[in-house]
């Protein structure tokens, strides 16, 4: 493996990770990144980086950028959108793969790329999900806010520092792991009370 190879392996599991918190916002990255030359594309994914995807990813990221701060639709949202995150989490990691078999390719896009993406799509939707038990939906724009952010960063790091961002993402499985076994342990000792 190339250092051209693993550099383009950091740069989709980052942008996948990125779409585990808004699916739209990386593909709309990736698509400027690849028009301006930034980052180099698949040539099979080369319509990525034309005016009209520009322009249909950018549309699409407003909306579904606006569409996480409707009350009940977020929620509504989420159910839609961690399969949605799964294909466009493989789709980015196979637009930017270089120099590997069309085998590994693929294997690593489904498994990291789309793996990553589902995973952090569903922490957050279950984020959101105790938000609007707990706050009845009050905080659930914070959280929108937060994770467009986090998606703007992660999609930032990927493209500029891919290095970076392959930490960040090992940074976030870390804190969920961590949240997850706060959560359990709380609930686990509840439950022998």
């Known amino acids: 493996m190339t250092p051209e190879s693993i550099i383009s392996v950091f740069l989709g599991i980052g942008l996948a990770a990125s779409v585990g918190f808004r699916v739209f916002l990386p593909l709309f990255a990736l698509s400027l990144a690849g ?3 930034i980052i ?3 040539e099979n994914w080369n319509w990525v980086a034309s005016s009209s995807a520009l322009i249909t990813l950018g549309i699409a990221t407003l909306l579904e950028i606006f569409a996480y701060y409707i009350p009940w639709f977020d929620n509504l949202l989420d159910t839609i959108a961690i399969p949605l995150a799964a294909i466009a989490g493989t789709a980015v990691m196979v ?3 270089a120099d590997l078999s069309p085998i590994i390719t693929w294997a ?3 498994i990291a790329g789309g793996g990553t993406a589902s995973v952090i799509k569903g922490t957050a939707a279950s984020t959101r999900l105790a938000s609007t038990a707990t706050t009845g939906g009050i905080a659930n724009p914070i959280i929108s806010t937060v994770e467009t952010g986090t998606s703007i960063l992660m999609s930032s790091f990927s493209i500029f520092l891919p290095v970076i961002a392959i930490l960040l993402v090992i940074l976030l499985f ?3 792991r961590k949240l997850y076994k706060l959560f359990f342990y709380k609930s686990s000792t509840s439950k022998k009370q």
């Open 95 to 97: 637009s930017t793969v």
């Open 40 to 42: 180099p594309i698949n």
């Open 108 to 110: 690593l896009a489904i």
């Open 174 to 176: 870390f804190s969920f």
């Open 35 to 37: 028009y301006y030359n």
